[in-house]
Every structure is written in structure tokens, then in C-alpha cells.
């Protein structure tokens, strides 16, 4: 940071007698560098110091206090919002009005003071404007900074030192409570069937989006395609291993952004924000929560909101980023939509991802309710992947979520997927599903091995008659809704054969009956009534029917 001179530097000397005299001390110097120099060799008296901050009002001190715990500086916008601007005047307005006698703000008091100055810094993201401490006087201010402290702030101030924010669950916060699961690895083992079966993911406890930016993020899908080894890698590693490799992948991406994933908004315009710096620094605020405990949600957000508001905005920017609420269309810009975008984020951040990951559980104070409360989990909970299988002669096949995620994986690509249930899976063999596995090079053998293997039970042997005939006849049945042409007597048909609409007829059933070729009702019906027959169109549970009448 600059020093006392470099930051009173393009002052006047008028500026520079005004804050002489708040400091009482008197320049004995009319030209201004000389009167800088005297200036800032006054100021730097550790003794004028102390005295100089022990008449400050109460909320100048607490800005003060606020920027030493902050090293000495914090974005301007941040800083402002919370003590309050410096109003722009030039020598003249200042100078008549004496505006330094009576400041608007605990920010103006110490700008007056040269207890704060304001300049641009680079950052990561580029160069922001920051409230500082001149750095000569910030050494001297913070090696005293307790004494800084007024009466009854204490409890309030910003703990950087790794207290936690908030406090314990009230025992209503905690209610009903939701225990942490591995079910992503579950999820993420459904999804990577789908997307190498070009299915549509079914709707899954995950959400879809959020299963597939993790496993890119963990290199298990690159542009949108499972790579193979690295998912027959993750799908047989230990479950443990699997929700740890993806718990690290998230940690460390930058592609994976939360507020963008953030139900209820929608994220527009070029703007960018800082994901993986921001999740950084939530991890750190919920490394200082006790293992184990129940922790108040709403108390650890207002903590936030208290002494870290601008966790994810730099230099405190509330208006660049345009969030619109998808509910209304109204954009949520400035610092009062702070709890629908940057709580809520924080809110998504512990009941979203950690949750998910297994870090976290969470619980609400009213039965499915919104949630209160979360636990930091000591030990990630995994399940056991010993279950076994079952099948019926008819084809279909149930699996327990504890049969092995690679076994699952393997079947489901054989069958075709019906509704699951919270804990198993369930599948139906069909010729279509055959032929649908057998174009990606899967053999009816290796089926038949994975059901041998996890079945809980002996296959039904006219199932596996009926697998093993399918791969060496292929369909040798089908089933098929027609619509059948019914007259009153072979006359009629005969005629109608003979007619133009003779080529809409496919195979004679019989006497009076014949197929309706697929889209040709209304064609046979219309040559119906010019041969001078009226016909109705009805429909009976089996089949579609003409009727001559």
C-alpha cells in the first residue's frame, strides 16, 4: 500500500493544513511537497497516533478497526457501503463550507484525517479501487489495533481468525433431518448409460446438469463423450475412491459454477465471475464449523452477509452482472437482492454440492421443508455394492442400488429402462433393446454371464431359451396393431380391390377382411362412398376397424 506521502501527494496545501489541524499539529511550510514531507514526519509519532484515534467518533473508529483487521485495505465499494462515501468538493466548496467540521459519514471523518485514503490496485481480475490505510500508518495503527476497539463493538467485528459464523441449530431447526448418501455415484452411473445408449437422462435426485460438469470436471466425460477406460475406471473403483475423485475434481474446477447452476435465475450478458475463488473461500468459512454439530443455515448465511458480504463480488460490484429471477423477469441487481443471489448461493453451496458429495447433511424444521440446519459430516457415508439381482421368465430384472455400478451399467445397456424406485432399479429385455444392444457390439452371452453371476437366484430357464433362440433366429413373433378393413360379403371386397383404392388394401384375412395399409383409412373410406357404400371407422380394443354399412 502507499505511504502517508504518496497518498497526500496530489492534495493541496489547503488539504494538507486541514489535516494538520484535526491532527493538531501546525506546518510551518506555504509550499505544498515541503509541507507533505513535515505532514507525514508529524504523523508518524506513535504517541500522536494513539491520541489522534482515541478522540475518533465511535463509528469512525470501527471503520478504522475494520480495515486494520483487513490488512489494511478492502474494496471501495465494500468499504463505502458499510461507512458510508466522501463527498467530492473542490478547495473552494471545502474551504467555504468546511465540510471537514462536519463530516457525513465515518468514511469522511477519517479521509480528513489521512486515516484512509482510496486508490486503484491490480487484482486477479484486474485492476479495482480500494479504501487503505496509508501503509506507514497502518504499521503503527495495527501494532496497537486492540486498543482500537470501542465499547460494545467487540462481539461484532469480523473474526478472520477461523471462528465460526453463527452457532449451533436450535433444536426446531433440526426437525427432520436428511442423512448424507452416495447416491451421485448412482446417478452419474444412470447418466453415463443414457449418453452411451443416446437415451435422454431420465430425472434423477441429482441434477442432470450439475452429474455432467462433474464428470468432466473429473475427466470421465471430454466434449460431451464418456471416455471408455476412465468409465470402466470409475465405475469399478470403490465407492469410497469414486465420491472422493469427484469431490476433488469439483474442488479444484473452474468450470463448474455454482451461481450459474442456482435455481430460480438465470445468469445473462458476458460478465464473468470467479467460481473456484469463491469456493475456496466458503470451504475455509465451513473448515471452522465443528464436525458433527448441528449449525444453524440462516445464522451461518447472516454471518456471511455481516462480515463477508462481497465474498464473490469483486470490489464489491453489484450492478455489472445481470441476474434475472426466472419466476418474474426482474432483474436482481444492487446490494439489496444480496439474499436472492449471493445467500442464496451460499445456501445452494452447503444443500447442493456438499450435500451431494456426501460432506454435508441437512435438515429442515417442517417435513420437507426449506432448510435450517446442516451437520459436517466426520466420515463420508458409502454403501456396499454386495446386492444381488433378480429376474422373471418374462425378461424383466430388477437391481437393487447395492449391485455393483459397473454390473448395472452393463445390464442396462441390454434392456429397455422402466420407472425406478428409491432404491432399485428396474429393466425389461426386448428384441428392440437386443438389436439396439447387439449394433454396439454387446453379445447376448455377456448378458446372460452378468445375470448368472448377480442373479439372487437361478434364471428362469425359459428366459434364457428365449435369449439364446432370439441371438441364433432373431424375432420369430410379432405383435402389431393394424387396421382392419371388415365388408359384408367377398362381393364387396372384391370390388373395392379392383377399384383405385385397391393399392391402399395390403393382406386378405379373409373372406370379407383385409389390412388397411399404415395412413390409408381415410383414402379406403372416401372410395367406399364413391363406390355408393357408407362406411363408419371403429375402434375396439385390439384392433382398428372399417365397417361396411
Given at each position: 500500500m502507499p505511504d502517508l506521502v504518496h497518498s497526500l501527494q496530489n492534495?493541496?496545501?489547503?488539504?494538507?493544513?486541514?489535516?494538520?489541524?484535526?491532527?493538531?499539529?501546525e506546518l510551518t511550510s506555504a509550499d505544498a511537497d515541503v509541507a507533505l514531507k513535515e505532514l507525514s514526519a508529524a504523523l508518524?509519532?506513535?504517541?500522536?497516533?494513539?491520541?489522534?484515534?482515541?478522540?475518533?467518533?465511535?463509528?469512525a473508529r470501527s471503520a478504522l478497526v475494520t480495515l486494520a483487521e483487513a490488512d489494511g485495505k478492502m474494496p471501495w465499494a465494500a468499504f463505502a457501503?458499510?461507512?458510508?462515501?466522501?463527498?467530492?468538493?473542490g478547495p473552494g466548496r471545502r474551504d467555504r463550507e468546511q465540510i471537514y467540521l462536519n463530516p457525513v459519514s465515518a468514511a469522511e471523518t477519517l479521509f480528513y484525517r489521512a486515516l484512509l485514503a482510496r486508490a486503484?490496485?491490480?487484482?486477479?481480475?484486474?485492476?479495482?479501487?480500494?479504501?487503505?490505510?496509508?501503509?506507514?500508518?497502518?504499521?503503527?495503527?495495527?501494532?496497537?489495533a486492540t486498543h482500537l476497539v470501542p465499547v460494545g463493538y467487540v462481539s461484532s467485528l469480523p473474526k478472520i481468525s477461523g471462528e465460526p459464523l453463527g452457532h449451533l441449530a436450535m433444536p426446531q431447526e433440526r426437525q427432520h433431518p436428511i442423512p448424507a448418501s452416495d447416491r451421485l455415484l448412482d446417478d452419474a452411473t444412470t447418466f453415463l448409460a443414457a449418453l452411451r445408449m443416446g437415451l435422454e437422462p431420465p430425472e434423477m435426485q441429482v441434477p442432470v446438469g450439475v452429474i455432467r460438469l462433474?464428470?468432466?470436471?473429473?475427466?470421465?466425460?471430454?466434449?460431451g463423450s464418456p471416455q471408455a477406460g476412465a468409465v470402466k475406471g470409475f465405475l469399478e473403483m470403490p465407492r469410497g475412491e469414486a465420491l472422493s475423485m469427484l469431490a476433488k475434481a469439483w474442488q479444484a474446477s473452474e468450470v463448474f459454477n455454482e451461481l450459474r447452476l442456482l435455481p430460480g435465475i438465470q445468469c445473462e450478458g458476458e460478465w464473468a465471475n470467479q467460481p473456484l475463488v469463491t469456493r475456496e473461500f466458503l470451504l475455509g468459512l465451513l473448515n471452522a464449523i465443528p464436525e458433527?454439530?448441528?449449525?444453524?443455515?440462516?445464522?451461518f448465511v447472516r454471518g456471511i452477509k455481516e462480515r463477508y458480504p462481497d465474498f464473490q463480488r469483486p470490489a464489491g460490484d453489484?450492478?455489472?452482472?445481470?441476474?434475472?429471477?426466472?419466476?418474474?423477469?426482474?432483474?436482481?441487481?444492487?446490494?439489496?437482492?444480496?439474499?436472492?443471489?449471493?445467500?442464496?448461493?451460499?445456501?445452494?453451496?452447503v444443500t447442493g454440492p456438499l450435500f451431494w458429495l456426501g460432506r454435508v447433511e441437512w435438515a429442515s424444521a417442517e417435513k420437507k421443508g426449506t432448510e435450517t440446519a446442516f451437520k459436517v459430516n466426520e466420515k463420508r457415508v458409502t454403501s456396499n455394492e454386495n446386492g444381488k439381482l433378480t429376474v422373471t421368465s418374462s425378461g424383466k430384472i430388477a437391481v437393487p442400488r447395492s449391485v455393483p455400478r459397473v454390473t448395472r451399467y452393463l445390464i442396462s445397456r441390454f434392456c429397455e429402462w422402466d420407472d425406478e424406485k428409491p432404491e432399485e432399479y428396474r429393466y425389461r429385455v426386448s428384441t428392440r433393446s437386443l438389436k439396439k444392444a447387439g449394433e454396439q457390439g454387446l453379445k447376448v452371452g455377456q448378458l446372460l454371464s452378468l445375470l448368472a453371476k448377480n442373479a439372487a437366484a437361478e434364471i428362469p430357464p425359459a428366459f434364457v431359451k428365449a435369449l439364446k433362440r432370439w441371438e441364433t433366429n432373431g424375432t420369430e413373433a410379432r405383435v402389431e396393431m393394424q387396421v382392419v378393413l371388415r365388408v359384408s360379403s367377398p362381393k364387396v371386397l372384391d370390388e373395392l380391390r379392383k377399384s383405385k383404392a385397391g393399392r391402399f388394401l395390403g393382406e386378405t384375412l379373409g373372406p370379407v377382411t383385409a389390412i388397411v395399409k399404415p395412413g390409408a383409412q381415410a383414402k379406403v373410406l372416401a372410395a367406399l362412398a364413391e363406390m355408393g357404400l357408407l362406411a363408419e371407422a371403429s375402434t375396439d380394443s385390439e384392433t382398428n376397424v372399417i365397417g361396411k354399412t
Open positions: 492534495y493541496d496545501i489547503g488539504h494538507l493544513r486541514i489535516v494538520a489541524g484535526l491532527w493538531g499539529v508518524l509519532d506513535p504517541e500522536l497516533v494513539g491520541e489522534t484515534i482515541d478522540i475518533l467518533p465511535s463509528d457501503r458499510r461507512f458510508g462515501e466522501v463527498r467530492q468538493a486503484f490496485f491490480d487484482t486477479p481480475s484486474g485492476a479495482q479501487e480500494f479504501a487503505y490505510i496509508p501503509e506507514d500508518l497502518f504499521k503503527l495503527i495495527s501494532v496497537g462433474l464428470l468432466e470436471a473429473a475427466k470421465v466425460i471430454v466434449k458433527g454439530k448441528w449449525w444453524s443455515l440462516p445464522a453489484y450492478d455489472s452482472w445481470f441476474i434475472k429471477r426466472t419466476s418474474d423477469g426482474i432483474y436482481l441487481r444492487g446490494f439489496a437482492s444480496w439474499d436472492e443471489v449471493d445467500g442464496a448461493l451460499v445456501r445452494y453451496f
